[in-house]
């Protein structure tokens, strides 16, 4: 999958790389595209939408931090592309 903004694909996310970050909704996992997709729409990312294991390598702060700072760096959203 790729993030897509004006002018810019990110680069491949692959989904091998996501059980550790795995974003949960009520204890029921959600998919990859939604998963992203929520991270860069909503104003307020929520820790229960990640993995304990995850959480306890990368505090809810920093990841604030990050998507904070691709969101000003790459201007709007607008969506995720699967790229399989």
Known sequence: MNLIFPQIALADIKSQMLPLAQIQSQNE??????????????????????APDFLAQVTIEQVWQIIDGMKSQLEVYQGVQNNG
């Open 29 to 50: 996992s959600i998919s990859t595209k939604a998963a992203l997709e929520r991270l860069f729409i909503n104003k307020k990312i929520q820790s229960e939408w990640f």
